[in-house]
């Protein structure tokens, strides 16, 4: 089994619809991350947590949020999704000590019509 | 100017062929340094550190140029699964830390038969 999952790995959505990236970690990791890449501009950090009580906005936030339920999950969301937000969003973790080391889930390809 | 720069490529390169890529960074300021890899539709994976004495891991090579601000990763008897993306990283904030952490848009290569 992956150490990293995601959900849904694919989804089409409609402008102003609310929609939800799940990412679950089973490898023990206190640090987690969401990220999105678009071709041409490599992977921007949307958010990051550091433990279960801490949530940082990274160089992207706006229009996002994100849920950290419990060490192993963290979820993204897009309140209400516009076309920009088109992206491959990539989840990871990461070690405390060791953050550039990350470790990332499968991706999942949103696409907003 | 970018905080992190790469040729995008693509390199096309027959096997057995020796390949180079580099990749500079603005913030003179920056902390550690590392070659990612992404396969076509794949999450990245790290390849290897970049120390300032150089690293070396069986037929890639990382070297860091400080004066320079420039990464490199060499690649010998270039395989056809070393085809790929690489990506430079570069963290300008303390060891350990993820909040400065930039990845570079990538270096395409093909390794053709």
């Known amino acids: 089994d992956a150490d990293v999952t995601q959900t849904p790995r694919n989804r089409i959505t409609k402008t102003g619809k609310r929609i939800m990236l799940e990412c679950s970690q089973t490898?023990?990791?206190?640090?987690m991350y969401w990220y999105r890449q678009d071709p041409g501009l490599g992977l921007r950090l949307i958010y990051y947590?550091?433990?279960?009580?801490?949530?940082n906005k990274g160089e992207i936030s706006d229009g996002y949020s994100v849920s950290r339920q419990a060490q192993a999950k963290f979820s993204l969301s897009l309140e209400s999704a516009i076309p920009n937000q088109t992206a491959l969003y990539f989840c990871?973790?990461?070690?405390?000590?060791?953050?550039?080391?990350?470790?990332f889930g499968p991706g999942t390809r949103l696409l907003v019509l | 100017r970018k905080e992190v720069e790469q040729d995008p490529g693509p390199f096309n390169v027959p096997e057995g062929a020796t390949v180079a890529f580099n990749c500079t960074y603005s913030?003179?300021?920056?902390?550690?340094f590392f070659w990612y890899r992404q396969d076509c539709r794949k999450e990245p994976k790290l390849l290897m550190s970049?120390?300032?004495s150089g690293n070396e891991d069986g037929r890639f090579t990382a070297q860091l140029n400080r004066a320079s601000q420039y990464i490199s990763l060499l690649i010998r008897d270039s395989k056809l699964s070393d085809s790929a993306t690489y990506l430079c990283?570069?963290?300008?904030?303390?060891?350990?830390?993820?909040?400065?952490?930039?990845f570079g848009s990538g270096t395409q290569l093909t390794v053709l038969p």
């Open positions: 990871a973790t990461s070690d405390h000590g060791t953050a550039e080391t990350q470790y």
């Open positions: 490898k023990g990791h206190d640090r």
């Open positions: 947590s550091f433990d279960v009580k801490d949530i």
């Open positions: 913030n003179s300021a920056s902390q550690s």
């Open positions: 970049v120390y300032s």
């Open positions: 990283v570069v963290n300008t904030g303390p060891s350990g830390s993820a909040r400065q952490l930039t």
